[in-house]
Nanobody
């Protein structure tokens, strides 16, 4: 089993920045993919950013140019650097990983960290 813990959320004014972290612990093998999603109550979960084991990244259209995803495999940690934050970025941000145990893939989710952009 793998446990994911997100941190770094909080209240920030528009135009501000935050860096979210996602730390994985437990039965760590190869983290094939790390995704950051965000969830607003009553709305569909939105994919914000993706990074694979080769460092390839993709971003949702609404965050391109403002958010940067990265990973430090030595620390089993992924990051989401968020800049120029807007009120519409307010959401619970969740980390999702796909772990490769040889040919078998398993998916894990964290509980999320709340980001509120207001001011």
């Amino acid at each position: 089993q793998v446990h994911l813990v997100e941190s770094g959320g909080g209240l920030v004014q528009p135009g501000g920045s935050l860096r979210l972290s996602c730390v994985a612990s437990g039965a760590i093998a190869v983290i094939a993919v790390t995704n950051w999603f965000r969830q607003v109550p009553g709305k569909q979960r939105e994919l914000v950013a993706f990074i694979d084991s080769s460092g390839n990244t993709k971003y949702g259209d609404s965050v391109k140019g403002r958010f940067t995803v990265s990973r430090d495999d030595a620390k089993n940690t992924a990051y989401l650097q968020m800049t120029n934050l807007k009120p519409e970025d307010t959401a619970n941000y969740l980390c999702n990983i796909v772990m490769a145990y040889g040919p078998r893939l398993s998916e894990y989710w964290g509980q999320g960290t709340q980001v509120t952009v207001s001011g």
